[in-house]
């Protein structure tokens, strides 16, 4: 039987934009009730008020930076009652900083990059997960990357860190075999969000350029595979998915037209 999602609480992290965003909207849809986490907290407000009126399911949306460990220790422990029991975790927020030649590059970009996108999913994770050990019910939903799979030319740091985030859902997944709670990878090719904007510190133009000529994937694809997996029976764990646009072969292969 597919795990029903109504009446869940799932939290997302990095959700004023891109695929955390749409990933509320679908969980919202399936009528799971939702903490959504970001910095920018008016965008999770206009975000939550947006999905409260369309669905009608429960939002609290809380202003977060995944990378102060303090912080996320006493947001996820000090959860309004209604929104205590967390069933579902997202760690999506992340980012990456330049594409330059590791001897070129600004180490700036590095601290940030490693700071949010492992440290960042770890202190999440290490503050949300024992409450489901406790309960012997979870499940936690990573967003990796191919970039986890494959390294390429100018994403030295980027790469490592999304290799970082398949080591650490393999060893959860380990950790918590005997627990109840699930561990799952969902791992994109080339998105459009504001990933590429991040990236390249505001370049609009330069962003747009990623995707000269080809159909890249939307958050809303992304967020499908999400759902996937956390609908999956009781007995069946989504181990890792990868999805990539149909023309984009691997981590720098693509066809343009
Ligand atoms: N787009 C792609 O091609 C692609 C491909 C593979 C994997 N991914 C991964 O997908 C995830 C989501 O990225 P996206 O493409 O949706 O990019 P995005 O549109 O830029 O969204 C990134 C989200 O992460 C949040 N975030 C960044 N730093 C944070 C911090 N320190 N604390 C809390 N939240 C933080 C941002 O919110 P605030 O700025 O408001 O905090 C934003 O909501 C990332 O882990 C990324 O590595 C993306």
Redesign the pocket.
């Known amino acids: 039987m597919k795990t029903e999602l109504k009446g869940k609480t799932v939290f997302i992290?990095?959700?004023?934009?891109?695929?955390?965003?749409?990933t509320a909207y679908a969980f919202a849809a399936e009528g799971a009730n939702l903490i959504i986490?970001?910095?920018?907290?008016e965008?999770?407000e206009a975000i939550s008020k947006n999905i409260t009126e369309k669905f009608g399911v429960k939002v609290h949306s809380v202003q977060?930076?995944?990378?102060?460990r303090e912080e996320v220790k006493k947001t996820v422990e000090n959860l309004p009652g209604e929104f205590s029991i967390i069933d579902i975790l997202v760690?999506?927020?992340?980012?990456?900083r330049g594409l330059n030649k590791i001897y070129e590059d600004d180490p700036e970009g590095w601290d940030?990059m490693i700071?949010?996108?492992i440290k960042?999913?770890l202190n999440v994770t290490r503050f949300a997960v024992p409450k489901m050990v406790a309960r012997g019910s979870g499940h936690v939903i990573n967003?990796?990357?191919?970039?986890g799979h494959e390294a390429y030319g100018g994403g030295a740091v980027?790469c490592a860190?999304?290799h970082s985030?398949k080591a650490i859902t393999e060893s959860m997944r380990i950790d918590l075999i005997d627990k109840g709670v699930r561990v799952s990878t969902v791992?994109?090719?080339?998105?459009?969000?504001?990933?590429?904007?991040?990236r390249f510190y505001g370049d609009e133009e330069k962003a747009k350029s990623?995707y000269n000529g080809l159909e890249?994937?939307t958050?809303e694809d992304?967020a499908d595979a999400v759902i996937f997996c956390a609908t999956r029976p009781a007995h069946a764990n989504i181990n890792e998915m990868i999805i990539m646009p149909s023309v984009q072969a691997n981590a720098f292969v693509t066809y343009r037209k």
């Open positions: 992290t990095g959700a004023s934009s891109g695929i955390g965003k749409s986490s970001a910095r920018r907290i965008r999770l977060l930076d995944v990378t102060k760690n999506n927020a992340g980012l990456g940030e700071d949010t996108n960042g999913l967003i990796g990357s191919i970039a980027y860190t999304k985030v791992d994109p090719g080339m998105v459009e969000t504001e990933f590429s904007i991040v990623v890249p994937l958050g992304i």
